[in-house]
């Protein structure tokens, strides 16, 4: 079956400090999606990528679609205490279907 | 606009109890969705519905059963609780599919559900 590897699990860093996680899939996907969950509550889109290759910033988010469509990348520059949440990667998947990795979870020390 | 509104918050079931989740957006989106939440898991799709009268099962459907009369309700039903359902439920809608320009989807706060 299709497999959605996203790393690294969990990241401690210092406030200021920039940040990069991945997701990897044994599958080809076609649009690929960054959201955020803040304790308790749903998560919220943060970058859509819609194209092979495509790098998409917002605000101080960056995140690229892999070439091979079978990976994706999320960066955070300067990290500021309120980025602390889990963040997946959400590849779709069929027409109505999004496929979620387990999730990076970070924690921002200040 | 309220977004996507989620009852109950939470909820403890008795084994074969059954429940509604509510769900209701005012936003017009055609496209709603089910999702349950494992811990420290990702979200998995349980039912979607792309407009009134029209509902299909996504990945994990068993168990669970759900309707679409209306655009803005997308109630979910669980018939026969069981233990291994004890997840965080979460309704989403969308004005478009997931790879559509606007199709990202937009959450509730989600239903805490405990099966005993």
């Known amino acids: 079956g299709q497999q959605l590897n996203q790393s690294p699990q969990s990241m401690f860093i210092q406030e200021g400090e920039d940040v990069s996680m991945n997701c990897t899939s044994s599958s080809i996907f076609n649009t690929w999606l960054w959201y955020k969950q803040d304790p308790g509550e749903g998560p919220v889109l943060l970058i859509a990528l819609y194209k092979a290759g495509e790098l998409t910033s917002n605000g101080r988010l960056t995140a690229q679609f892999g070439i091979t469509r079978k990976d994706s990348f999320l960066n955070i520059s300067a990290s500021i205490p309120s980025d602390v949440g889990i963040y997946f990667c959400?590849?779709?998947?069929?027409?109505?279907?999004?496929?979620f990795g387990t999730g990076t979870r970070l924690t921002v020390i200040p | 606009n309220a977004g996507v509104t989620q009852t109950p918050k939470f909820r403890i079931l008795k084994i074969g109890q059954s429940m509604t989740l509510q769900c209701t957006q005012d936003m017009n989106h055609n496209y709603m969705y089910w999702y349950r939440q494992d811990p420290g898991m990702g979200l998995k799709l349980i039912y979607y519905s792309v407009g009134a009268g029209i509902t299909d099962k996504g990945e994990v459907p068993n168990g669970y059963n759900v309707s679409r009369s209306t655009t803005e309700d997308f109630p979910l039903r669980l018939e026969l609780a069981a233990p291994s359902q004890t997840s965080v439920y979460f309704c989403?809608?969308?004005?478009?599919?997931?790879?559509?320009?606007?199709?990202?989807?937009?959450f509730g706060p989600g239903t805490r559900l405990t099966v005993l």
């Open positions: 959400a590849p779709r998947r069929g027409a109505n279907n999004l496929f």
């Open positions: 989403a809608s969308s004005y478009q599919p997931p790879g559509g320009a606007r199709g990202g989807q937009f």
